[in-house]
């Protein structure tokens, strides 16, 4: 069965610094998510991304989160200067339509941590 | 708006007898409901949707789910708990957004099985 692959499995980054999460989605896939789970919190909606472009947004997603779709395989979440409290279990997410009649396929996620 | 209350963080049976996992949502709409599960380390997994068909839904290990609309609730059961299922569970209720499908997540009841 075709997975949502993520990279790198555990991430460690001095506060500050960016750093970039990487998803390959699947691959007929049209709709692509981050969400984000803090420890011993919920799992968060980050953002939507459909026609290589944002869908929507939280509040969460401020100025120092981007996503991007670089090639046709490849989806990323940028954190252009992180924050201790950044640290969370990131997971990307594909789907092949935009309703619930196919549900969000997540990937095994990126485990964030800022020093 | 939408939202899904878990109403145990934390459930414990014997290996073998049934499991019951208990979820109550609130939504504006006709919701999509889902059950998602997560292995220690690994991503989360669909265990079973609701999507407006029937209204008690087979998913895939045994589990399964009715939606109650006059109780608002959607609850995961199993007839009889095997040492495999000791895991996190999150109870999901989707919702078209402006221009996208998300996800609210509950907080997660994490199931543990006595052998």
């Known amino acids: 069965e075709p997975e949502v692959t993520q990279t790198p499995s555990h991430q460690v980054t001095q506060m500050g610094q960016e750093v970039i999460l990487r998803c390959v989605p699947i691959s007929n896939h049209l709709y692509f998510y981050w969400y984000r789970q803090i420890l011993g919190q919920k799992v968060e909606f980050l953002v939507s991304?459909?026609?290589?472009?944002?869908?929507?947004k939280s509040e969460i997603f401020d100025d120092q989160f981007s996503v991007e779709r670089p090639d046709g395989s490849n989806f990323t979440l940028k954190i252009r200067s992180t924050k201790l409290e950044d640290s969370a279990m990131y997971f990307c997410?594909?789907?092949?339509?935009?309703?619930?009649?196919?549900?969000?396929?997540f990937g095994d996620g990126t485990r964030l941590s800022i020093l | 708006a939408q939202s899904v209350t878990q109403l145990d963080s934390h459930v414990s049976v014997s290996e073998g007898t049934p499991v019951l996992l208990r979820c109550n949502y609130s939504s504006s709409y006709s919701p999509s409901l889902f059950w998602y599960v997560q292995h220690p380390n690994k991503g989360l997994q669909l265990l079973l949707k609701y999507t407006s068909a029937a209204t008690l839904v087979k998913g895939i290990n045994g589990f399964e789910a009715e939606f109650k609309k006059s109780e608002t609730s959607f609850h995961l059961t199993k007839p009889s708990a095997h040492m495999s299922d000791a895991a996190e569970y999150f109870c999901?209720?989707?919702?078209?957004?402006?221009?996208?499908?998300?996800?609210?997540f509950g907080k997660g009841t994490k199931l543990s099985v006595i052998p």
């Open positions: 997410a594909s789907s092949g339509t935009g309703g619930g009649n196919q549900p969000q396929h």
């Open positions: 999901v209720v989707g919702h078209s957004g402006a221009g996208s499908y998300q996800l609210t």
């Open positions: 991304f459909y026609n290589n472009e944002i869908s929507e």
